[in-house]
Each structure stands twice: as C-alpha cells, then as structure tokens.
Nanobody, 123 residues
C-alpha cells in the first residue's frame, strides 16, 4: 500500500513557473514508476509525465515537452514536476500516481493515486 500526497499547486501567471511535489508513504517507493496526470473541468484525466524507478527514463506528453520536467528522489520518497513557461491551458488538478508494473502513459495502468493539487494559470 502506498499513500501519495501532492503539494505545490497554486496560482501562477502565464509564463511563470511552479514546482509540484508528491510524497509517498512507506519504504517501497523505489519499486514504483511514478507519473503525473492532470484533469481540467469537463475533460478526461490526461497523462503529463512519467519516470522509471531509477530515473533512467522519462516520458512526457507532447503538450508539456520542453516546458515540464519530472524528477524523483528515492531517498526522500518524493517525485517532482517542475513546470516552466506555464500556459492558461495548463490549468487543471494535477495528480501523482504510482505504477508497480510498468512505465505507463494510461491512467488505468497506475495502482495508487494522490488527492490532487490545483494549478491555475492566469493569462
């Protein structure tokens, strides 16, 4: 069992930056690939970024590639999402998730989810 708690969301202006954090409970954090997803009002939850257990590989949605960076610190049981050059269309609730079996881009591949943190980008 893994519990995930996100933080770092808030209000930013277009062109600005935010850094999201997700802290995992338990001592098995390093065995999970981790992902970030987001969901805007009236839209489906969409993939943002993922990172493998040892940070050897990263994957990004085309819409955030070059602007967002996912990273993790297994010693701190934490995964991060650095978001730069934010756009109003980045406004959404952002969720982190843990994937025990793979390195997926689909929400149904993930086993555990946090409660989400709101990111609002004003124009």
């Amino acid at each position: 069992q893994v519990q995930l708690v996100e933080s770092g969301g808030g209000l930013a202006q277009a062109g600005g930056s935010l850094r999201l954090s997700c802290v995992a409970s338990g001592r098995t954090f390093s065995i999970y690939a981790m992902g970030w997803f987001r969901q805007a009002p009236g839209k489906e939850r969409e993939f943002v970024a993922a990172i493998t257990r040892s940070s050897g590989s990263r994957s990004y949605a085309d819409s955030v590639k070059g602007r967002f960076t996912i990273s993790r610190d297994n010693a701190k049981n934490t995964v991060y999402l650095q978001m730069n050059r934010l756009k109003p269309e980045d406004t959404a609730v952002y969720y982190c998730a843990a994937d025990r079996d793979g390195f997926g881009r689909n929400y149904y591949e993930y086993d555990y989810w946090g409660q989400g943190t709101q990111v609002t980008v004003s124009s």
